[in-house]
DNA sequence: TCGCCCATACCCAGAAATGGGGAGGCGACC
DNA sequence: GGTCGCCTCCCCATTTCTGGGTATGGGCGA
């Protein structure tokens, strides 16, 4: 049964504590699934200078070799399909996603001559958290395991997980406790409301949420209201939904 | 098989071309896994307040009823979780992933005597473009599915795409750009700095500061410094990392 | 060469946030 | 009964942000 693998091998992945752990647990199961190789990679920091947080993977030296001293990943195809689709990918299904470059296509030719071929890439995002991929190959020689695709998917998706957590991001701890009062106004603030709009939302003065703001800002001790504001969808006490689309319902 | 089911359910989701037809591909899924109610709820959109959204569901209406009369979705605890997971979640480990408060706690309670008890969410995101969520639910008499709970993974996943592809697949997104030193500025500022203390961190002076910043939020049409931040920051532009982990290498 | 964008710098006036202080009422808990 | 947390309200001074201007120089492509 397929499923039981998935659920073996994603116990396996999940229950890893290393890097090197992640790294023996995913070759076992790139291999159990019929890939000869993978690859994982996640960032934490999509913007500019924060670079790849992690990458595991076992594709030959050779290819790793030219994929990073020229800098191949800062336009490579499979990776920005990756930040377009909300579904793990085919390598042949890329041109539906995301237009190709020339340039880019002779790159696939390339890499198929060092042994990565065809492959299966499972994105995973989360907005201003991580971005991050997972990717099983074949070699020239090999067919793609088409049968386990929907495995491939769980299983680079535990992978994600896995290296999320080991990356560093695990759920903070002992975060501050907010009153039910001051977390309203926290939402409003990051809503862009000014404390007099706020105070006229819930009905009570312009002082008392100016001092439940105050408040608030000492507990989580930032000294600013879009710090405070960061600290708390960081800790998930708001979330993007609350601030972005509390129209759709008003 | 179960793996075969999901094959068979994602085929009939995936080749749905309305929303009826998603509901209905929905609807059969989730009987066949076990649950007795699913949600799908998607939001298409980054910049300014442009943007569509889906919600697909077979709630009972005397709960979808009190949800929406009372605004509950302003502040869904399962939709912040959604926002801070990459995996499909438990409702009962919610409260691992992020806080809840004693309101909160009583609205599920509630929801329970609505007949919506336990569920399985699935969350998807991709940055600036899409969020969702996909929930499927058991009533207060029925055990979770729990061997289902992979399959639920893979359908949720399929729901979502599905519905963007229905809900219209806007990818060309128009978000704003910044230059690099409006960025430069919008990053300070989310690290708690006002525009004198960048003025000195990039060695300009106080008002070209102000004058970057204040280009920032026209393009982001954010009339607050706080917004700016919020919407840089789910663009990807910016990343938690970036603002909370600058202090590590400095 | 002209136009456009970018970065830089400066000015102003009004609105908002920050950081202090104090105080009363109310319910929970010991 | 006393203490503590929470919500409410008020005062102050100072800093910071917001929303308008204007202007110079450099680079880059039409």
Not at 151 to 158: R, S
Request: charge should be negative; proline fraction near 4%; hydrophobic fraction near 40%.
């Amino acid at each position: 049964m397929r499923i039981k693998l998935a659920e073996d091998l994603g116990g396996g992945i999940l229950s890893a504590t290393s890097a090197d752990d992640l790294h023996e647990a995913l070759l076992r199961s790139a291999r159990e699934m019929g890939f000869g190789h993978f690859a994982l990679s996640l960032e934490i920091g999509s913007g500019g200078d924060a670079g790849t947080s992690v990458l595991i993977h076992n594709y030959p030296s050779s290819w790793a070799d030219v994929y990073v001293g020229f800098n191949l990943g800062a336009s490579d195809p499979i990776r920005r399909a990756a930040e377009r689709s909300l579904l793990g990918f085919r390598w042949d299904d890329v041109p539906t996603l995301i237009p190709v470059s020339d340039l880019e296509q002779a790159m696939f030719d390339t890499s198929r001559r060092h042994g990565i071929a065809d492959g299966y890439t499972v994105p995973r995002h989360l907005p201003g958290e991580v971005t991050a991929s997972c990717s099983f190959v074949t070699g020239p020689l090999t067919e793609l395991p088409v049968s386990m695709l929907l495995i491939a998917e769980l299983i680079g998706a535990f992978a994600i997980a896995g290296a999320r957590r080991i990356a560093g991001w695990a759920p903070s701890s002992d975060r501050p406790k907010l009153t039910d009062r001051q977390r309203d106004c926290v939402l409003w603030a990051a809503r862009g409301k000014s404390d007099w709009e706020i105070s006229r939302i819930l009905g009570i003065s312009h002082d008392t949420v100016t001092t439940h703001v105050k408040e608030a800002r000492d507990r989580y001790d930032a000294h600013k209201r879009s710090s405070l504001i960061l600290w708390a969808l960081f800790d998930g006490l708001i979330s993007f939904a609350d601030i972005f689309r509390w129209r759709e319902n008003a």
